[in-house]
């Protein structure tokens, strides 16, 4: 994605998704970050609108990045973020120097600019975060909460480590967890442990739905500060049985513009306890490769 008329057309669609969202899109933020990756997003590339109901805006994620490029690198070149001496700095290349990878992505908010990047593991080289807690960078939080991933079946299932560069958190995303872990008495048990908020009967609904979840780390605490459900919304026009989803959300998902045919809208719909409470987010992709399409499917054996 190279030509100005393709990145023009990119932008033209997140600004129409924003409105319908009644949200803002600053063109002095987003195409300055769209120049400065369009050599190194491929023509398959993911890309995906993500809402939130504790947030009025929108935010863009593009993935599918080479797994030897650092974006985070490539944002500072760009002066699409200011340089710092935290951890959250370094944390990106720490794990490129460990790790196996399958590729990178980045976020960004369409008022507020580059926000995050995302590191994907390989599918079939789930990582531990016993080994991960031994990243210098890492936050002492990972170190100081093993038991908890350990008791719960989660060492060697880390598919995906998002960093988030102004609020200075990480992300840690699990596939395969064991089925108990989103029982009820679980969830509850979970969220207690951490003095989270207690569980509405629709995000134990969900939770007991879910394809994975992540917990959310920062360098200043030594909790687990977020706990997230993700389930699969297979058709974005059918969301979770026995979730009453949140009315605009609904409609920003069935209606912002997109990339591939009516028949393949999918999202991930997600359910995050935090200690101020409960709230609710949104992936609808707005570009998604063939081959994800297909493993998304109700009927992929995948």
Known sequence: MTGTSELEALYSDIEKAAG????????????PILT????????????????ATNSAGLDFRI????????????ALSNGLTEKTDHPVGTLLSDIQERFPLDY????????????????????????????????PSMPRSLTENLDFYT????DGKTSLIGIDYPSETLNIYFL?????TREPEAVRSMLREFGLSEPSEQMLALAKQSTGFYTTLSWDSSKIERITFAVIVPDLTAFPDRVDVDRKIEKFARNAPHTYGPADRKGIYGVTASPRGEYYKLQSWYQMP??????LSPDSSQ
Request: glycine share 6%; net charge negative; with cysteine.
């Open 63 to 74: 993935a599918s990045l080479a797994e030897d490029l650092d974006p985070y690198a490539l």
């Open 290 to 295: 063939a081959q994800m399409v297909k493993m």
């Open 151 to 154: 008791r719960h079946g989660l």
């Open 176 to 180: 395969g967890a064991p089925d108990e």
């Open 36 to 51: 400065a990756y369009a050599d190194v997003i491929p023509p398959q590339a993911q890309m995906a609108y993500r809402v």
């Open 104 to 135: 990178h992505g980045i976020d960004f908010g369409v008022v507020s600019g580059f926000k995050k990047t995302w590191t994907f593991f390989p599918l079939n080289d789930l990582q531990k975060v016993t080994e991960l807690a031994h990243v």
């Open 20 to 31: 319908l969202l009644d949200a803002s899109c600053s063109r002095d933020k987003v195409w």
